[in-house]
Structure formats: structure tokens, C-alpha cells
């Protein structure tokens, strides 16, 4: 539900900015940067109220905290929920903006709105920009949580805007090389909703760029969780 509600807003957001005839087209990054940051806000609030105190949303999140724990028993079982629930959330966004894909002819912005694609495709800088911003992700979401804290962190309750920001954060400063997926959930739920469902006009989904946003992030947040765990967080 919290991956559901995070894909519903973000690719949301996407769709609202991109789309034809939507009376947010053309409303731009900071638009799209602040929709994705509020996304999270409201998802990983979600995850907690269904149920999930860990909230990750995220299968890198997921990974760098098994890595950190070196427990790895709930890294299947989230994925598949993470996959799922965007899967779920894109579905979603799609019924919502059903008359504007027939009005928006261009297949790549369609497809934009469903998963990211890089500004200048280089498979080598994109991999790397997708490990960079999704180490800040979970390094700093886990320092916001970090035993250091504990007794100066943040309030109950606080963490989900401090995640939100730390991910409007990300959006701004380095989320224009690739579109930021940080997250193989956000990237090929979406994605694999897109090949499936019958949208208007649509073209391919660009499966020879996809391993880039699972690969990346996965290695972004495996290289966070072990430097977490070599300072002991």
C-alpha cells in the first residue's frame, strides 16, 4: 500500500506536468521534484498505518538495510510488495488520466510518465548517476534514523517529511542526468504496467534501458548499507 501510494502520486505528478489537455502540462521540474518529494512523504505514512514499521518503499532501501543488519530475510518478501504495489499505483494513474493519452501523441512522453529514461544516454554515466543518487538516499535516510541520533533525532512522526525533503533534495540536484528512479521498484512496476495495459498510442517500454534503474540502485544502496555498517550507524 505505501509502494501503491508513492507510484499513484509520483508517476501521478509525471503524468500531470507531461500529458496533453492536463491543466498542469508544462508546469516543469520543480513541479514534477516536489510531486515525487510529497509522494514519498504520504507513502512511507501509509506503509506505517497498514502496518510496516520499516516503510521502505524501496527494494535498495531494503537491501542496503539487510546489508547493514546482514539479515536478509525480508529483502523477497518486500520486493515483491514494492513490485506489486507500483505496478499497482501506475495502473492506477492510468484510469485517472484515461481520455489524455488518445490527446498526447508523442509515444516517448507517455512512456516518460511510467518510468525514467536518461537526459543523454551513456550507459556507463547513467548507472553511475543512478548508484550516487541512490547511496545519498539510503545513507541519509539512514542517518536520520542513526543511533547517534537517539536521543537528539527527530520527533515521532517527523522522519517521513525529513525522507520527503531528503528526496526533493535528490530531484533537484541530481535527478536531471537520469530522472532519478533510485528506486528498481518505482522504475520497473511502472514500466512492466505500461507493456501491459492498454494505453492510447503507446510505443515500446524501452526494455534495453531497464536494468540501469534496478542495477544502479541496488549497487547504490548495497554501497551505503556497508559504508553504515563499517561506521556502525
Request: charged share 10%; proline share 6%.
Given at each position: 500500500?505505501?509502494?501503491?501510494?508513492l507510484i499513484l502520486l509520483g508517476v501521478g505528478v509525471c503524468a500531470n506536468v507531461s500529458l496533453k489537455r492536463s491543466k498542469a502540462?508544462?508546469?516543469?521540474?520543480?513541479?514534477?521534484?516536489?510531486?515525487?518529494?510529497?509522494?514519498?512523504?504520504?507513502?512511507?505514512?501509509?506503509?506505517?498505518?497498514?502496518?510496516?514499521?520499516?516503510?521502505?518503499?524501496?527494494?535498495?532501501?531494503?537491501?542496503?538495510?539487510?546489508?547493514?543488519?546482514?539479515?536478509?530475510?525480508?529483502?523477497?518478501?518486500?520486493?515483491?510488495?514494492?513490485v506489486l504495489g507500483a505496478m499497482a499505483g501506475a495502473t492506477l494513474v492510468w484510469l485517472h488520466f484515461l481520455p489524455h493519452w488518445?490527446?498526447?501523441?508523442?509515444?516517448?512522453?507517455?512512456?516518460?510518465?511510467?518510468?525514467?529514461?536518461?537526459?543523454?544516454?551513456?550507459?556507463?554515466?547513467?548507472?553511475?548517476?543512478?548508484?550516487?543518487?541512490?547511496?545519498?538516499?539510503?545513507?541519509?535516510?539512514?542517518?536520520?534514523?542513526?543511533?547517534?541520533?537517539?536521543?537528539?533525532?527527530?520527533?515521532?512522526?517527523?522522519?517521513?517529511?525529513?525522507?520527503?525533503?531528503?528526496?526533493?533534495?535528490?530531484?533537484?540536484?541530481?535527478?536531471?542526468?537520469?530522472?532519478?528512479?533510485?528506486?528498481?521498484?518505482?522504475?520497473?512496476?511502472?514500466?512492466?504496467?505500461?507493456?501491459?495495459?492498454?494505453?492510447?498510442?503507446?510505443?515500446?517500454?524501452?526494455?534495453?534501458?531497464?536494468?540501469?534503474?534496478?542495477?544502479?540502485?541496488?549497487?547504490?544502496?548495497?554501497?551505503?548499507?556497508?559504508?553504515?555498517?563499517?561506521?556502525?550507524?
Amino acid at each position: 500500500m505505501g509502494t501503491l501510494v508513492l507510484i499513484l502520486l509520483g508517476v501521478g505528478v509525471c503524468a500531470n506536468v507531461s500529458l496533453k489537455r492536463s491543466k498542469a502540462e508544462g508546469a516543469g521540474w520543480m513541479v514534477v521534484a516536489a510531486g515525487w518529494a510529497f509522494a514519498v512523504m504520504a507513502g512511507v505514512f501509509t506503509a506505517v498505518a497498514c502496518g510496516s514499521a520499516d516503510a521502505h518503499l524501496n527494494p535498495a532501501v531494503t537491501l542496503g538495510a539487510a546489508v547493514v543488519s546482514g539479515n536478509f530475510d525480508k529483502v523477497g518478501p518486500y520486493v515483491l510488495a514494492q513490485v506489486l504495489g507500483a505496478m499497482a499505483g501506475a495502473t492506477l494513474v492510468w484510469l485517472h488520466f484515461l481520455p489524455h493519452w488518445k490527446e498526447t501523441p508523442d509515444q516517448a512522453t507517455k512512456l516518460g510518465v511510467f518510468c525514467t529514461s536518461p537526459a543523454i544516454r551513456s550507459p556507463v554515466a547513467n548507472l553511475i548517476s543512478e548508484i550516487i543518487g541512490t547511496f545519498v538516499l539510503v545513507l541519509v535516510v539512514g542517518a536520520i534514523s542513526s543511533r547517534a541520533l537517539s536521543t537528539t533525532g527527530p520527533a515521532p512522526g517527523l522522519a517521513p517529511y525529513l525522507v520527503g525533503m531528503l528526496v526533493w533534495s535528490i530531484g533537484l540536484s541530481l535527478g536531471g542526468t537520469t530522472g532519478y528512479a533510485i528506486n528498481p521498484a518505482r522504475d520497473f512496476g511502472p514500466r512492466l504496467a505500461h507493456a501491459i495495459l492498454p494505453i492510447a498510442g503507446k510505443g515500446g517500454s524501452d526494455w534495453g534501458y531497464a536494468g540501469i534503474p534496478i542495477v544502479g540502485p541496488l549497487i547504490g544502496g548495497s554501497l551505503a548499507g556497508l559504508f553504515m555498517r563499517l561506521v556502525h550507524f
